[in-house]
């Protein structure tokens, strides 16, 4: 299922904007291949995560939300600690919908430092985002 995955994303990582068939089409079938994963996928998918390119890993990001099963947190935890803002901001987003109460008070500290230091520079849609996680968070 990995490799059938990889396959489905990466045409769609190559560009900042992957284009309306990504976010009408791509997207669904990415997530429900993400389904059909079992735990052997999921460790395959964490040892490659940090090996992909940034758009690759913004497009995983954005199939996480919804699975219901740790490894979502796991992963998005990992990609977060970044320097490249989108990527930040398409994990916060993420963030946003899932349950966070396993999270320790200094990854809670970490990420509201972070996103205080986007929020003088955001966009008014992604300070909703932001600001929504703050929320979240307290």
């Not at 940034?54 to 990992?78: A, G, S, T």
């Not at 600690?81 to 809670?108: G, Y």
């Amino acid at each position: 299922m990995y490799n059938k995955f990889d396959t489905c994303i990466s045409d769609f990582s190559h560009e900042s904007e992957p284009g309306d068939y990504w976010y009408d089409c791509a997207i669904l079938e990415s997530t429900k291949i993400l389904k059909q994963f079992d735990n052997n996928d999921w460790d395959l998918l964490l040892k490659q995560l940090n090996s992909k390119p940034v758009f690759w890993q913004k497009r995983l990001v954005e199939c996480l939300d919804d699975l219901h099963n740790p490894y979502e947190l796991e992963i998005i935890l990992d990609l977060i600690n970044t320097d490249d803002d989108d990527l930040f901001i398409t994990c916060v987003d993420s963030l946003r919908f899932l349950n966070l109460s396993s999270l320790d008070n200094l990854k809670k500290d970490w990420l509201l430092s972070k996103i205080e230091t986007l929020l003088g520079k955001a966009s008014p849609p992604v300070k909703r985002i932001l600001e929504g996680l703050i929320v979240k968070i307290n």
